[in-house]
Nanobody, 126 residues
Framework: QVQLVESGGGSVQAGGSLRLSCGAS????????MAWFRQAPGQEREGVAV???????TYADSVKGRFTISRDNAKNTMYLEMNSLKPEDSAMYYC????????????????????WGQGTQVTVSS
């Protein structure tokens, strides 16, 4: 089964940018729908963006126009480019993966994803 490791988190001022990476091992991500979720203290984990096997994408309304999700199957890595960051974007960011032809049904539903990384912290100060 795929193993996922996030990197690229950090602290940034409002309006700044960060690029998160999710590296995979033990399997190729070309077989998976890949997604980013985030969880702030005291809040539920929420979907941020998903890139499907055909590279089409879905974004949460809160990040549309500011975040871009992408995948590089050759490098077995997924990315999240985050621009115009806001303090409310502060959270632990997790990558998730779901295999199979019908993985597009997972969309941004947390309970539909079986594979998760350990998370990387993003802190945006005002």
């Amino acid at each position: 089964q795929v193993q996922l490791v996030e990197s690229g988190g950090g602290s940034v001022q409002a309006g700044g940018s960060l690029r998160l990476s999710c590296g995979a091992s033990e399997d190729t991500i070309s077989n998976y729908c890949m997604a980013w979720f985030r969880q702030a203290p005291g809040q539920e984990r929420e979907g941020v963006a998903v890139v499907y096997r055909d590279r089409s994408r879905t974004y949460a309304d809160s990040v549309k126009g500011r975040f871009t999700i992408s995948r590089d199957n050759a490098k077995n890595t997924m990315y999240l480019e985050m621009n115009s960051l806001k303090p409310e974007d502060s959270a632990m960011y997790y990558c998730a993966a779901q295999p199979g032809y019908y993985c597009y049904l997972a969309r941004l539903l947390r309970h539909k994803y079986n594979y998760w990384g350990q998370g990387t912290q993003v802190t945006v100060s005002s």
